[in-house]
């Protein structure tokens, strides 16, 4: 398996230098068979991507503890489910699902313009290449994970035990890596309008739906993360503003402020220049997130030279920033255009209004996550940037984006009749007050408690009034198929509706936890959020991976008679050298009572529980997930305009023309 890994590495590092300079030259000569040999050519990088991964695969599972990789990261006595998991259990191995994933977006792009071929098309293929080669050097080069130890031992050291300690490993990763990856297609077509020069906006309305299906993917990579964090950990959150959660949140941000003023090009004709930033942007900041990541960076900054692959992308990401950037200045002339915002009252003042909160927002994230580096690399101290940096700083950026994304589906483009936008604003106002109102006589802790949970409910009824009125019109006038005429409209005021969801989440889980730590003895109880909570003693599973010590805990409701069971838990795997705990949750529509084991004493006469009482967790979730609906909702194909149907032919006509005539 190692040998049949490294031949499929090397030739897919050869086929991609191929591709990239068959597709430029191509280009530059147009000679289209050329081109075509380029775009054939993903589909044999994708074929030897598939071959190494399944070749790791295959020596993950039966044990083949020659490879190094399979011995520092698997074990014989790890299920087969965590054995596939292993594959992205440590950097070498996460490599090879990075270049799987790459592979398939080029092959994706190839077979979608396998007849349509817009002239940015094979400068974007080379870009597309020029990436993936990138990342098979890496693993040709810095990162082996075929290398083979000269004396295989007799076990592996097993993978990591948090890998290991929940299924939600098993799909985190992945979406994390589709969103994150897939930021390569809208950049690679960024910078394929620069090099054509034409000044058509066919570019930037061909990779808004590519744009909006990774976004998607990052939503539900965030999510499930926070998800795994709150489900996994057993400190009672779900974001704790650590670096690598910030840096996946950062693409997000831009491409987000992308998907708002792709809008202005496409209606209007503004903000050509602005998009092709905002998709440099987004993919400079997934490479940055990589280097912190990868690079041995966040470890410390005195490892980073020790890193194989530190260096690298650290060069990696100078190139797509002299790169890109340069050529921006090169071109920006004859992006800019005029502002011609008619109205501050408008759609096209809120998205701009929209967009500076989202930067905002992106610059406050990543000025703290890069101050400690920059500290420690200047001074050698190390320091800590927290949560209350972020909550303070980002608290009122976040409470001005909820009012736009409230009032901005209220005003129609260019100008604004007020006396009609008001009349749409007045019941999602009511509501607004009457929440404030409420949560102030409850008790909200603040003022910013009270005006975010208002105006989460203005996102909300503003944003659900808008689908429903428009609906409701539709079948008044005996039109049928009201969503899917307005589908790319409806689908935005679902996203906006989930992040209303999301934000009452955040905001309640925030702002009204309760908390408790308490150490009981075997049959001792203790009162706490109106539940009685009795520790009933320690039960041990001995499991093939692990050990598995289980602290039963009986609950009784104090408001009824209903009583149940907890069992956190505390796991003892070879490799770790403390217990990994995994709490227990009794999950409801509001709240969640949530316990976690944190010590044991007298061979577990006694336990250290710490007990959470959350408001509004699980509205994340379904928040993140309405989110990612209303987005895929907006992406999917309208029917009658895909590939061979009239109007779909009149589009792609209409946008070749664009590109050709600029």
Known sequence: MHQLGQVGLALGLLLSAYGMCAAAVGARTRRPALVESARLTAFGVLAMVVTVNGAMLVALLTDDFSVRYVAENSSSSTPTFFKVLSLWAADDGSLLLWNLILAGYVAAVALRFRRERPLTFPYALSVLFAVQLFYLVLINGPARPFATLA?????????????????????HPPFLYLGFIGFTVPFA?????????????????????????????????????????????????????????????????????????????????????????????????????????????????????????????????????????????WRASGLREPARLDSLFSREAAIVGNNALLLAATAIILLGT?????????????????????????????????????????????????????????????????????????????????????LATLVLVANGQEILTGMATSRGRGRTGAWRRGQR?????????????????????????????????????????????????????????????????????????????????????????EPIGSPAIRRGPVWDLYASTIGLQDSGGSATFRFYRNPGVNWLWLGGLVMALGGAGAAWPRRGSGPGSRAGTRTRTRELVDAEVG
């Open 189 to 329: 077509f960024g910078i394929a309008a620069l090099l054509v020069g034409r000044g058509s906006d066919h570019w930037a309305a061909l990779i808004r739906r590519w744009t909006l299906v990774v976004w998607c993917f990052l939503t539900v990579g965030l999510v499930l993360g926070a998800l795994w964090s709150y489900s996994v950990l057993g400190w009672g959150g779900y974001w704790a503003w650590d670096p690598v959660e910030n840096v996946a949140l950062l693409p997000w941000l831009v491409a987000t402020a992308f998907l708002h003023t792709v809008m202005l090009q496409e209606r209007r004709g503004m903000a050509r220049l602005w998009n092709v930033v905002l998709v440099i942007g987004a993919f400079a900041l997934m490479t940055f997130g990589t280097f912190l990541t990868r690079g041995s960076v966040l470890t410390s900054i005195h490892t980073f030279a020790e890193s194989g692959v530190g260096p690298a992308y650290l060069a990696f990401l100078a190139l797509v920033l002299l790169g890109g950037f340069g050529l921006v200045a």
């Open 151 to 171: 004396i295989a031992p007799l076990d592996g050291r097993g993978p990591s035990p948090l890998l290991q300690n929940h299924p939600l490993m098993a799909v």
């Open 489 to 577: 409209r409806y689908s935005g005021l679902a996203v906006h509706v989930g992040l209303g969801i999301f934000a009452l989440g955040i905001i309640a889980s925030s702002s009204f936890a309760q908390q408790t730590e308490v150490t009981l003895t075997e049959g001792e109880s203790t009162a706490f959020a109106g539940y009685q909570l009795r520790y009933d003693g320690l039960e041990t599973d001995q499991q093939p991976h692990r050990t598995v010590l289980t602290t039963r805990v009986t609950v009784s409701s104090e408001d009824s008679e209903e009583t149940w069971s907890l069992g956190p838990q505390l796991n003892l795997y070879p490799a770790a050298s």
């Open 370 to 454: 890069v101050f400690p580096l920059f500290v420690e690399a200047t001074t050698g101290d190390q320091v800590t940037v927290g949560a209350p940096y972020f909550r303070s700083a980002l608290a009122p950026v976040f409470l001005l984006l909820l009012l736009l994304v409230g009032t901005a589906p209220l005003l129609p483009w260019r100008s604004t009749n007020r006396q009609r936008a008001l009349r749409r604003l007045r019941y999602p106002a009511v509501a607004a007050a009457t929440v404030m109102m409420v949560s102030a006589l409850l008790g909200a802790r603040s003022v910013e408690v009270a005006a975010g949970l208002g």
